[in-house]
Structure formats: C-alpha cells, structure tokens
C-alpha cells in the first residue's frame, strides 16, 4: 500500500471521526438536557437539600414536564412526626428561601380561594397597566414574605426547615380548620378575602 494511500485512510479516519463528533455533539446536548442527568439537574438539588435535613427522608417527588421539570413537589416523612407535601419546589426555595407552600400535613390536604390583584393592559391600551381584582381558588397553605398564611403562626415560617422543626403546631392549626361545606375565612390588608378548608384523605 502506498503512503499515499495510508495518508488518504488516516485523513479519512479523522474526518469521519470530527463529523460524527460534530453531529453527535448536539444529540448528546439534547439527551443532557431533556433526558440525562442535567434535565434532573433540579430535581435532584432539590432531593439533596430535602434529604440533608435531619429526621427528613424524600418519599415521593413529582412534576410537570414542560421543557424541564416545573411545579415541583416533594412529598417527605418527618422522623417520630408524620408527613408532608411540599408543593412548588425550586433551586430558590433553598438558596433564596422566601416561604413554602405545604399541600398536605399528614392526612389533611389544603384548599383555599379568594380575591387577589393582578395587573393586565385594557384591550387597545398596550402602555397602560392596571391593577385588576380577580378570583382564584387552589391548593395549598402558603406562608413567608408573600404568603397569605403568615400572620396565623406566632413563628416563622419562611424555609423547608421551619416547616419541619414546627410540624406539630402546623398540624394542629390544619387538623383544626374547617371541612366541607364549612370555610375559614379572613381578610388581609387591602381588604382581600380568602377561605380556606382540608379535606381529610382518611374520609374519601
């Protein structure tokens, strides 16, 4: 065989090998992102955050899948206490904590509506924004800097950990509020109103 030849072979080999490269690199991405390790990248911070907390183990987590988990939550057991479904879970729920959202202490999941503000533009005025008062109804008990539930614990309660450290005084309050068809109800400072109640899963 001819170096000409060997040259040819070896040259071909490299650029085979730079274009399956090049072409696999961005397949690779895609796996990476939205099926591999680094889709889950999230997930799994937070399933390490939740687990470092003593007496805390991760029983279940969820999510929806919209490029990328959203909506996350975590359902956890407290050692010698029960369980609890965190609802609305990210990177900044730990790094920048500024209150949880508890969808179920033990067995009572939580409801609540109500009246809240939300800006919108009047159709043909896109410069112009006014602050509109809507109805919303969901789930979940939301405290910390923005949450509705706040000021009915005399603790903070703004982190995973506060959650955790005062499960039975949370359990208390959510064991003792109102069920269907009776509703809890308070107004806050703008004069907003919101109900609240449990259904209890031990009574479906």
């Known amino acids: 065989m001819s170096r000409y030849t060997e ?31 680094g889709y889950l990248e999230e997930v799994n911070f937070i399933r390490k955050q939740l687990n470092q907390i003593p007496g805390v183990e991760v029983v279940d987590m969820k999510w929806i899948d919209d490029l990328g988990p959203e909506h996350i ?39 609540v509506s109500g009246e809240h503000y939300s800006m ?25 800097e923005d949450g509705r539930f706040s000021h009915l614990f005399p603790f903070e309660l703004v982190t995973v950990q506060d959650a955790v450290e ?8 959510v ?11 308070f107004k806050d400072e703008d004069g907003l109103n919101t109900y609240y109640w449990v259904e209890s899963l031990q009574s479906q």
Request: with cysteine; glycine share 14%.
């Open 73 to 111: 939550l975590a359902e956890i057991a407290i050692e010698g206490k029960g369980r609890m479904l965190l609802a609305g879970l990210e990177k900044k729920t730990f790094t920048q904590p500024s209150g949880v959202l508890l969808y179920r202490v033990g067995e009572f999941e939580f409801r």
């Open 175 to 185: 064991s003792q509020s109102p069920q269907p068809p009776e509703k809890g109800h």
């Open 7 to 37: 040259k040819t072979i070896s040259g071909g080999s490299v650029f085979i090998y730079c274009l399956c490269f090049i072409l696999g690199l961005p397949a690779f991405g895609f796996w990476y992102y939205f099926e591999g390790p």
């Open 120 to 144: 919108q533009h009047p159709v043909g005025e896109p410069n112009n924004v006014r602050r509109v008062k809507s109805e919303f109804s969901g789930g979940g008990l939301s405290t910390g």
């Open 166 to 173: 005062h499960y039975e005084e949370i359990y208390e309050f």
